[in-house]
């Protein structure tokens, strides 16, 4: 398979835990970002890398959130202390410049 | 700030009888519309992206157009398989997000 992997599918957390997501674009991708979406609404916009250069970040992203994508490839989104609200999906796309971009599965997060 | 509203927000057909979903965009310099596809618990499936006004794109069932202010998608004669939220996405120039709607949900009956 060669689309957008994300990992883990589904995380249920306790309120104040931190957690780590991974996601892994299509190969050839050099554009990566992440989205987040809640019951009912459409993916809102975290950030996104072009390479390894986070270039852009949401005023929804807290400081409670950072993303890194070492060396250009996969990349991680970790949540520190959360919160309930921050249960949603989360989802990650690719895509090769600006052309059309990808999304993987999704990580299902549930905060306690 | 880019703004995009979809309508209606959920559509019932019976299988066979084809409609339209609407997509109203405000963008500073539409650089591509984009229609995606979800299914429940699922990531979108990208469709369509349209570029320019009176632009077209088919795709077996499914067709969508675009016009300065919005953008529709048309489903001929559905099927049951055709089930699922549509979501519509905007990409202004010089940005690299997308900006969604809150999608329109289809139920197609058999």
């Known amino acids: 398979d060669t689309g957008v992997s994300q990992d883990p599918r589904h995380k249920i957390t306790k309120r104040g835990q931190n957690v780590t997501f991974r996601c892994d674009p299509i190969s050839e991708h050099n554009r990566l970002y992440w989205y987040r979406q809640t019951l009912g609404q459409g993916p809102e916009f975290l950030t996104y890398?072009?390479?390894?250069?986070?270039?852009?970040k949401s005023r929804l992203l807290s400081d409670r959130f950072s993303a890194e994508r070492p060396k250009g490839s996969f990349s991680t989104l970790e949540i520190q202390r959360t919160e309930q609200g921050d249960s949603a999906m989360y989802l990650c796309?690719?895509?090769?410049?600006?052309?059309?971009?990808?999304f993987g599965p999704g990580t299902r997060l549930t905060v306690l | 700030e880019d703004q995009v509203t979809q309508s209606p927000e959920a559509l019932r057909l019976q299988e066979g009888e084809s409609s339209s979903l609407n997509c109203s965009y405000t963008v500073s310099g539409l650089r591509g519309l984009f229609w995606y596809r979800q299914d429940p618990g699922k990531g979108p499936e990208f469709l369509f992206t349209?570029?320019?006004a009176g632009e077209e794109k088919e795709k077996e069932r499914l067709k969508a157009t675009l016009t300065k202010k919005e953008s529709f998608l048309h489903i001929t004669a559905p099927k049951p398989e055709d089930s699922a939220t549509y979501l519509c996405a905007v990409q202004a120039f010089g940005d690299y997000k997308l900006s969604f709607g809150a999608g329109t949900t289809v139920t197609v009956r058999a």
């Open positions: 796309a690719s895509s090769f410049a600006g052309n059309e971009q990808f």
């Open positions: 890398f072009q390479n390894e250069a986070q270039l852009e």
């Open positions: 349209l570029y320019s």
